[in-house]
């Protein structure tokens, strides 16, 4: 069963798209349940082979960094340890 699905290795990972490969599962759930073995490895690999050539475009430069640019509630940033916060509140 496992030769089958050598060929989706190919397929480059971080093009695949997670949101589209959940919809799919999503969508495959209750035909997967129900189904017999047989059955059920064959919709398996048609899910995979879905999902596999359902590939994000190239999209070169786009890195964009992991920061939070603006605080989105009305409270200040905690520029202090914890622990000192704490002391200062039960003074």
Known sequence: MTDRFVPLAKYDRSR???KEA?????QML????TATQNT???WYA???E????????VRPNRL???VVKRSSKPFPRMGQLRSVLKAKLAV
């Open 16 to 18: 695949l798209s997670l």
């Open 50 to 57: 879905n999902i596999a050539t359902n590939l994000l475009p």
């Open 40 to 42: 059920c490895q064959r």
């Open 64 to 66: 964009e960094p992991r």
């Open 30 to 33: 209750g035909l997967l349940a």
């Open 46 to 48: 048609y899910l995979l």
């Open 22 to 26: 959940q919809q799919h599962l999503n």
